[in-house]
């Protein structure tokens, strides 16, 4: 019974955060040929690039990468967290000596 309300409650989790990600994916109007987006905009674009990709398969507007960007910094900073945060997923994976 916890093992189930544990599994409900990750889910839970996981469904909210990405509703609250998808109002700051690439393409959303934030930044424009003014306002280009740059080193911060690049890692948070890197880090919600999984659910960017999901979203751009429905909506042709939304990009898995911004259009309007600074530049190499944007660029920099958006390989920085797809390699962290995708390389960090091997954290939470078991060893295949350590199953209990």
């Avoid at 393409?27 to 040929?33: C, R, Y």
């Avoid at 507007?61 to 797809?82: H, M, P, Q």
């Amino acid at each position: 019974m916890i093992v189930k309300l544990k599994y409900l409650m990750i889910a839970l989790i996981l469904c909210l955060t990405m509703i609250v990600l998808t109002g700051c994916v690439p393409g959303d109007g934030t930044n424009n040929a003014q306002n280009p987006a740059g080193f911060l905009w690049g890692i948070w674009h890197g880090w919600v690039a999984p659910i960017s990709l999901i979203i751009g398969v429905f909506n042709e507007n939304i990009r898995l990468y911004e259009t309007y960007n600074s530049g190499w910094w944007y660029d920099l900073g958006f390989y920085i967290a797809v390699i962290s945060g995708f390389g960090g997923i091997s954290f939470f994976r078991r060893k295949k000596g350590n199953r209990d």
